[in-house]
């Protein structure tokens, strides 16, 4: 199992950024697709974004498209989460995840079924 570190995380105004960085280890990374999800107070565990292993491919849901970007680094074994014009809705526990597979599965990629190994996670405010 490989262990996963976000950081990053934080309290910010409306319409500001964060940008979160997880950190993985073990020698096996580049052979993965990444994932970010979130998990709101009282709400379930939400798919938020992936990224192939290549990072050829990323993929968003719906709620943040146009204002989150993923990108990885195979190199630095690190996985981030750029996050613009944050929303009050925006507000939650933003985790990261190791896919089990070593490449996405369209019809599966947003189940957190998919993913085998996830981060302790990290806080993210955003203030109206």
């Known amino acids: 199992q490989v262990q996963l570190v976000e950081s990053g995380g934080g309290l910010v105004q409306a319409g500001g950024s964060l940008r979160l960085s997880c950190a993985a280890s073990g020698r096996t990374f580049s052979i993965y697709p990444m994932g970010w999800f979130r998990q709101a107070p009282g709400k379930e565990r939400e798919f938020a974004a992936a990224i192939s292993r290549s990072a050829v491919s990323t993929y968003y849901a719906d709620s943040v498209k146009g204002r989150f970007s993923i990108s990885r680094d195979n190199a630095k074994n690190t996985v981030a989460l750029q996050m613009n014009s944050l929303k009050p809705e925006d507000t939650a526990v933003y985790y990261c995840?190791?896919?089990?597979?070593?490449?996405?599965?369209?019809?599966?990629?947003?189940?957190?079924?998919?993913?085998?190994?996830w981060g302790q996670g990290t806080q993210v405010t955003v203030s109206s």
């Open positions: 995840a190791r896919n089990g597979r070593t490449a996405l599965e369209y019809t599966r990629y947003r189940e957190m079924r998919e993913y085998d190994s």
